[in-house]
């Protein structure tokens, strides 16, 4: 099965300083996407960024970029320039192609400090 | 956004009775999927749906039914709500399938006493 493992459960950043959220994945597909969303107090589930697993160019929006890295099957997300409003939680998702099933790690809540 | 509603939004029940929960979207979407939030989990799938009376279980499927006899709307009920069902639901639609992104709902915060 597969399983998305986000070992920081908590990380916090100064405002305009740059963080890292860590991701990796377990599966034994080859073709699959990769996505990370945003959740602030509002509970809205936000799409922050997604990754094909065909193409080695790592996804950018904007402060966003991750570092996709598939033989470690490792997607980072990287927060440039941080944010108040990019204080929330962060969620990791893999989706495989042909599937219908997103699995979501735990999450890490990230906290932007003025 | 692609124009996914839930209600009722927030909900208290009690145990041992039926809750059925909406999710409505205005999106044309094939795709519709229900999942639970729970602290330490993430999101997990609760059931999902790939066209109109076409539904399937995902991981944490006991206890709970879904029908869709509408592309717009997909229901979930907690057939005798239990104390274990207390959690966020979420509703989400995807256009076409595999290739393509998630859409939540705003979201439905279920106690059950």
């Known amino acids: 099965a597969q399983t998305v493992t986000q070992s920081q459960p908590e990380m916090s950043v100064q405002e305009a300083e740059t963080v890292t959220l860590s991701c990796t994945y377990d599966?034994?597909?080859?073709?699959?996407?990769l996505f990370w969303y945003k959740q602030p107090p509002s509970r809205q589930m936000i799409l922050v960024i997604r990754?094909?697993?065909?193409?080695?160019q790592n996804a950018t929006e904007n402060r966003f970029s991750v570092n996709f890295q598939k033989a470690a099957k490792s997607f980072s997300l990287k927060i440039s320039d941080s944010q108040l409003g990019d204080a929330a939680m962060y969620f990791c998702?893999?989706?495989?192609?042909?599937?219908?099933?997103?699995?979501f790690g735990p999450g890490t809540r990230l906290s932007v400090l003025p | 956004d692609a124009g996914i509603t839930q209600s009722p939004r927030h909900k208290v029940t009690e145990t041992g009775t039926p809750v059925t929960l909406r999710c409505h979207q205005t999106?044309?979407?094939?795709?519709m999927y229900w999942y639970r939030q729970d602290p330490g989990h993430g999101l997990r799938l609760i059931h999902y749906?790939?066209?109109?009376?076409?539904?399937d279980k995902g991981e944490v499927s006991d206890g709970y039914s879904v029908s869709r006899s509408k592309t717009e709307d997909f229901l979930l009920t907690l057939e005798s709500a239990t104390s274990s069902q207390t959690s966020v639901y979420f509703c989400?639609?995807?256009?076409?399938?595999?290739?393509?992104?998630?859409?939540f709902g705003p979201g439905t915060r279920l106690t059950v006493l």
């Open positions: 990754q094909e697993a065909y193409k080695q």
């Open positions: 998702a893999y989706h495989p192609t042909g599937g219908q099933n997103f699995v």
């Open positions: 999106e044309n979407h094939r795709y």
């Open positions: 749906s790939y066209g109109v009376k076409d539904t």
């Open positions: 599966t034994s597909e080859s073709d699959y996407y």
């Open positions: 989400a639609t995807q256009f076409r399938g595999s290739s393509d992104t998630q859409y």
